[in-house]
């Protein structure tokens, strides 16, 4: 684990201090700003990758620069960074009739719980914050987080559409926890554990040693959590809680400033996670698709990070091209179509394991 | 430095833990009941009993704080009321929570405590799987019966009658 790794180091570093706590406390700390720094940068990333691949499925050019001075770099790279400043130098407003205290509480409670679910993220075979026994469910846990964190948000801003978006983004993370969970559950009884190195290693020896081509009944689990993902971060298809034509911005409508930037990548943070675990349930984390070819510690780090990028590429890809539902589609979807097929695969893949001895 | 931050989990667990009782805001009171519930995950983890604090916050957390915070929401004007923390019963409240005081102390005295093995066991998942599907295997399934019957209860109850 990093903790013990940066613990280690800095006391042989300094060793006539060795097993000092404010060593242990650096260690602890070190990972955590690294992973801030992480999100940081991902997040500008992500942002100028929606903007860009937005344009081209509108057969648009989107952000480009022509040159030096204020026009946003070479590509329109400088955008998300010109986005970022712009929101935090704008005014924050608190509006007169809002519940202040939980108006405040709101988006640091949604970030908080988009940034502590990445340190059970592994991005190689010792670089991962907190290996913990029961890393997946621990990520499932902390996801539960968010709905309160929406919830009071749209509660607080004492704005109907705000309490309209809170109300149906809560009922909508609640029901989709349910399919994400069953489709998992299945990749535990394969694996039989709940780290998320374990069932990395399980699938170690190449791409044919993935739990997605491990028997017919996995595409369907991964399917079936990667559209229950996409519901949980209120991301289109499924971005009724924030839908412009309805509700103006949903639970963010009274937000602004900082604390709507906060908001903002809380989901781009959350999609990285959701996208981290499908790569780590289903294709194999951060083992190279080559077997031991290209499995090196930077190799692996290469390897989990472009399978995470690519799935979330294929989030902005479907938000651009797929149309919203409506609520009693987004419903009717969750509770008789995906939670019976996934009560059948996890009877599929008890049996299927059973025969395969 | 485990011990600190012991101290001040359990710090924050009692003082959000008053929050909830002395808050006079409905709502308030079911925000500060989330830390207690997050402090209470944090002290099973204390007790080695990961799996247990991951349902803490799955069940509690992600369940039933959300359905107390959605009741409350729903509930017409109960947000805004003001609830009174004193009334006219002080000295016989008085007399009575010390006597409950008196038992609680007297029971946490006299129980012989489960001692803490001095390693830590390596995973814990495995073995709580494997007791409810052996020993507890009929408990398990009453207790499951018992939910589905909760559930289906609650769909014929919640559909409108014709």
């Known amino acids: 684990m990093t903790v013990d790794f940066i613990f280690e180091g800095l006391n042989q570093l300094f060793p006539s201090f060795a097993g000092n706590d404010i060593f242990l406390i650096l260690a602890m700390l070190l990972p955590f700003a690294g992973l801030f720094g992480f999100i940081t940068i991902y997040g500008f990333g992500v942002i100028y990758s929606e903007l860009k691949v937005s344009s081209f499925i509108q057969d648009k050019i989107g952000p480009m620069g022509q040159g030096p001075g204020l026009h946003a770099g070479k590509w329109g790279l400088l955008q998300p960074v010109a986005d970022g400043l712009k929101l935090f130098f704008k005014e924050d407003i608190i509006p007169a009739s809002a519940d202040k205290p939980l108006f405040i509480l709101a988006p640091f409670l949604i970030f908080i719980g988009a940034f502590i679910s990445i340190i059970a993220v592994p991005f190689g075979e010792k670089i991962i914050v907190a290996d913990m026994n029961i890393g997946i469910f621990y990520v499932l846990g902390i996801g539960s987080l968010a709905v309160i964190a929406v919830i009071l948000a749209g509660w607080s801003s004492n704005n109907k559409w705000a309490l309209y978006g809170g109300m149906r983004s809560a009922a909508q993370i609640i029901s989709y926890e349910i399919p994400a969970g069953i489709s998992l559950v299945v990749v535990i009884m394969l694996t039989s554990s709940l780290s998320m190195q374990e069932i990395i290693s399980y699938q170690a020896g190449g791409l044919f040693n993935w739990v997605i081509f491990d028997n017919p009944f996995m595409p369907i689990a991964f399917v079936i959590y990667f559209i229950s993902a996409l519901a949980e971060t209120n991301r289109t298809p499924f971005d009724l809680p924030e839908s412009e034509s309805e509700l103006v911005a949903g639970f963010v409508t009274e937000y602004s400033g900082a604390r709507y930037a906060l908001f903002f990548l809380s989901e781009y943070a959350n999609m990285f996670v959701v996208s981290a675990v499908a790569a780590t349930a289903f294709l194999g984390g951060w083992q190279s698709p080559f077997s031991d070819f290209l499995n090196t510690p930077i190799w692996s780090m290469f390897w989990m990070i472009s399978k995470t990028f690519f799935l979330i590429f294929v989030m902005i890809w479907i938000r651009w091209t797929v149309p919203r539902l409506r609520v009693d589609q987004l419903m009717h979807v969750c509770w008789k179509v995906f939670i019976p097929i996934g009560l059948f695969n996890i009877f599929g893949v008890a049996i299927w394991t059973v025969l395969r001895g | ?162």
């Open chain 2, 1 to 162: 430095m485990t011990e600190v931050l012991f101290w001040f989990m359990a710090l924050f667990t009692i003082a959000s833990a008053l929050m909830v009782v002395l808050n006079n805001q409905l709502l308030y009171s079911a925000i500060a009941l989330l830390f207690t519930l997050f402090g209470i995950a944090g002290l099973y983890i204390y007790l080695w009993a990961d799996f247990i604090a991951g349902v803490q916050l799955l069940v509690y957390i992600g369940g039933i704080n959300v359905l107390i915070i959605f009741g409350i929401m729903l509930t017409n004007r109960i947000a805004s009321v003001r609830l009174s923390q004193t009334n006219l019963q002080q000295g016989v409240g008085g007399v009575f929570a010390f006597w409950v005081f008196l038992l609680i102390s007297l029971v946490i005295s006299k129980t012989p405590w489960y001692q803490l093995p001095a390693v830590e066991p390596s995973g814990t998942v495995r073995e709580v799987g494997t007791l409810l599907m052996t020993k507890y295997l009929l408990p398990f399934e009453a207790a499951s019966i018992l939910l589905l019957g909760a559930l289906i209860g609650a769909a014929i109850l919640s559909r409108e009658a014709n």
